[in-house]
């Protein structure tokens, strides 16, 4: 009668050491590098979303004016350095202002109308726009500036 002592001998020993090293499949998602990805797209978004808003560089005057409360999105009317005419971003010549601005206003924006001019524009062709949108019929035009900066 004898014993056999030692690894287990034949494939009784064997067989426990292999399922002891034999993991099952993970089946888990590692979200940290999703999260990572979209802290850096959130920031990124932050920082360029102000830059996207006004497509006219434009140099505004600064002003003590308070701020207007806006419920609906403006018809903006640029006069940049130059003295060149823009309805929202699209380059047009002075006596097409009030047509386009007629067409706009029936497509359903309100008629609220905002002038943009630069601070190194001509006086007279800012005021030349301003009177033909008045002589239209246009009621509602305001002059867009920046906050005067404290010194």
Do not use: C, W
């Not at 959130?42 to 560089?57: E, N, Q, S």
């Not at 505004?60 to 009317?77: F, R």
């Amino acid at each position: 009668m004898g014993m056999s002592v030692g690894t287990g001998g034949g494939r009784g020993g064997r067989g426990h050491r292999r399922r002891g090293r034999h993991h099952g499949l993970i089946s888990e998602i590692n979200v940290t590098p999703f999260v990572d990805v979209m802290l850096v797209l959130l920031i990124i978004f932050m920082v360029a979303a102000p830059l996207l808003t006004v497509g006219v560089p434009i140099d505004l005057p600064e002003t003590q004016a308070k701020a207007l409360n806006t419920e609906t999105q403006p018809i903006t009317i640029s006069v940049n350095q130059a003295g060149e005419v823009h309805l929202q971003e699209t380059p047009i010549p002075i006596n097409e202002v009030v047509p386009k601005l007629q067409a706009i206003a029936k497509t359903g924006y309100e008629e609220r109308i905002f002038i943009r001019g630069d601070k190194l524009a001509d006086y007279g062709t800012v005021m030349k726009v301003m009177a033909e949108i008045s002589a239209a019929g246009f009621k509602n035009i305001g002059l867009i500036s920046l906050p005067e900066q404290g010194t």
